[in-house]
T-cell receptor, first 115, second 112 residues
Framework: DSGVTQTPKHLITATGQRVTLRCSPR?????VYWYQQSLDQGLQFLIQ???????AKGNILERFSAQQFPDLHSELNLSSLELGDSALYFC??????????????FGEGSWLTVV | AQSVTQLDSHVSVSEGTPVLLRCNYS??????LFWYVQHPNKGLQLLLKYTSAATLVKGINGFEAEFKKSETSFHLTKPSAHMSDAAEYFC??????????FGTGTRLQVFP
């Protein structure tokens, strides 16, 4: 158990809908990362927050947004869902905002199926 | 830009035989390199990481990897495979904006 908690574990929704994925980082970790794993794109970095502030942005679509709350949990909001958004969404956390010398722990992911 | 190439999409070994999963990286500076493992329907677990200390890095479950700058490689090895090692393995490099760049993965099958 990495200590990173993601909910829900599985989610099935229809095209055009909006969903929210939730992540609780490991105790003491200030950084939260979101990754998307799909069959065609592999594992791709979406966005990083550090202590409530956006720190880095990757291949995140405009239909997607995220935030990190004062208690450090994070939410990834996916709207106007398309079939191609079906994927496994990982949250990860670390103590620091930088990777070098740091360890990043991943949750078990949230499976999103868009039908 | 940083990148990693996992040279094999699938590797099959017999239980008790050595494992070699190959990874080459591209980086314009001294990189941080990682190996993660993903078991079916599970999250990503860190096996080991290299961050410019010792070039031979020992990880969990008997895995180790050697950083070879001259060959830009970071291959993952294990002397003796176990059935429980069957999983997907990802070689990962951190880029200069501190994002993790994942390879495409190598699926390891272990036969009895």
């Amino acid at each position: 158990d990495s200590g990173v908690t993601q909910t829900p574990k599985h989610l099935i929704t229809a095209t055009g809908q909006r969903v929210t994925l939730r992540c609780s980082p490991r105790s003491g970790d200030l950084s939260v990362y979101w990754y998307q794993q799909s069959l065609d794109q592999g594992l791709q970095f979406l966005i990083q927050y550090y202590n409530g502030e956006e720190r880095a942005k990757g291949n995140i679509l405009e239909r997607f947004s995220a935030q990190q709350f004062p208690d450090l949990h994070s939410e990834l909001n996916l709207s106007s869902l398309e079939l191609g958004d079906s994927a496994l969404y990982f949250c990860a956390s670390s103590v620091s905002s930088v990777i070098s010398g740091n360890t990043i722990y991943f949750g078990e992911g949230s499976w999103l199926t868009v039908v | 830009a940083q990148s990693v190439t996992q040279l094999d999409s699938h590797v099959s070994v017999s239980e008790g035989t050595p494992v070699l999963l190959r990874c080459n990286y591209s980086s314009s500076y001294s990189p941080s390199l990682f190996w993660y493992v993903q078991h079916p329907n599970k999250g990503l677990q860190l096996l080991l990481k290299y961050t410019s200390a010792a070039t031979l890095v020992k990880g969990i479950n008997g895995f180790e990897a050697e950083f070879k700058k001259s060959e830009t490689s970071f291959h993952l090895t294990k002397p003796s495979a176990h059935m429980s090692d069957a999983a997907e393995y990802f070689c990962v490099v951190s880029d200069n904006t501190d994002k993790l760049i994942f390879g495409t993965g190598t699926r390891l099958q272990v036969f009895p």
